[in-house]
T-cell receptor, first 110, second 114 residues
Framework: DAKTTQPTSMDCAEGRAANLPCNHS???????VYWYRQIHSQGPQYIIH???NNETNEMASLIITEDRKSSTLILPHATLRDTAVYYC???????????FGTGTRLTVIP | DGGITQSPKYLFRKEGQNVTLSCEQN?????MYWYRQDPGQGLRLIYY???????QKGDIAEGYSVSREKKESFPLTVTSAQKNPTAFYLC?????????????FGSGTQLSVL
């Protein structure tokens, strides 16, 4: 089920941009890239998703490479409250399940 | 405020006992889901329901049962057949049946075995 590869952990200084990479080299043309995050002992929270164009919302930006084999989630000004596990998920509309792997544990350092 | 409410936050189960985890949503969502999360691991789908009175097994349904008698409610029963029930259980919902990608999660229930 794992269609994505993410680093196990990353650190980021508070106030700096956090860039979280994700490889999805086997992604197919009708699959979207979704990002969620999970703060300790809480349920995951939807962040952003995209197909092939870059996307931005109030939480983050998503940069997808032209070949769609990788993407980067950008938190422009990380705060301590952004410390969480970030999940990159490849999803085909209509499929029965989002596969949450082990994600990247981001620690924002004061 | 609209959202998903899971209760209780912590639950303890004795050997051979069935326990039921509650999940209620007031988002008017059609689809609801139950996931299990073990320490340091990702989420695994237990059951999901796309509409009232219908539900489907996920990847790890053995030892669990669900019901969907009302749109707002999707309780999960952990039966005595589930030999390793200690885990963090998450309930989620999505707006439309078949549109599983934008999930709204509850705050979870931590189940432990005494």
């Amino acid at each position: 089920d794992a269609k994505t590869t993410q680093p196990t952990s990353m650190d980021c200084a508070e106030g700096r941009a956090a860039n979280l990479p994700c490889n999805h080299s086997t992604i197919s043309g009708n699959e979207y890239v979704y990002w969620y995050r999970q703060i300790h002992s809480q349920g995951p929270q939807y962040i952003i998703h995209g197909l092939k164009n870059n996307e931005t919302n109030e939480m983050a930006s998503l940069i997808i490479t032209e070949d769609r084999k990788s993407s980067t989630l950008i938190l422009p000004h990380a705060t301590l409250r952004d410390t969480a596990v970030y999940y990159c998920i490849v999803y085909q509309t209509g499929a029965n399940n989002l596969f949450f792997g082990t994600g990247t544990r981001l620690t924002v350092i004061p | 405020d609209g959202g998903i409410t899971q209760s209780p936050k912590y639950l303890f189960r004795k050997e051979g006992q069935n326990v039921t985890l509650s999940c209620e949503q007031n988002l008017n969502h059609d689809a609801m889901y139950w996931y299990r999360q073990d320490p340091g691991q990702g989420l695994r789908l237990i059951y999901y329901s796309q509409i009232v009175n219908d539900f489907q097994k996920g990847d790890i349904a053995e030892g669990y049962s669900v019901s969907r008698e009302k749109k707002e409610s999707f309780p999960l029963t952990v039966t005595s057949a589930q030999k390793n029930p200690t885990a963090f259980y998450l309930c989620a919902s999505s707006i439309e049946k078949g549109q599983h990608e934008k999930l709204f999660f509850g705050s979870g229930t931590q189940l432990s075995v005494l």
